[in-house]
């Protein structure tokens, strides 16, 4: 028997791109890039940045666009 594979549309789907996060605090500004969705891309910054640097963001004002 012969083995056909499948592939399936994942159209509606949103695939990961490069979205740029913003995050501006009183006296500076935070500019990083992560790869994922749009929905995840904010809370995968703070997430890293609180990993690498321990930086507590939770009182900055984040903001998401797409990378170019």
């Not at 949103?14 to 992560?34: C, H, M, N, Q």
């Not at 790869?35 to 930086?55: F, I, P, R, S, V």
Request: glycine share 4%.
């Amino acid at each position: 028997m012969k083995t056909i594979p499948i592939t399936i549309n994942e159209s509606d789907a949103e695939s990961p791109k490069l979205w740029r996060v913003t995050f501006v605090g009183d006296y500076a500004t935070i500019i990083t890039t992560v790869e994922g969705t749009k929905d995840d891309a904010q809370t995968l910054a703070e997430n890293m940045l609180t990993d690498y640097y321990d930086w507590d963001l939770s009182r900055w004002v984040g903001e998401v666009e797409e990378a170019q």
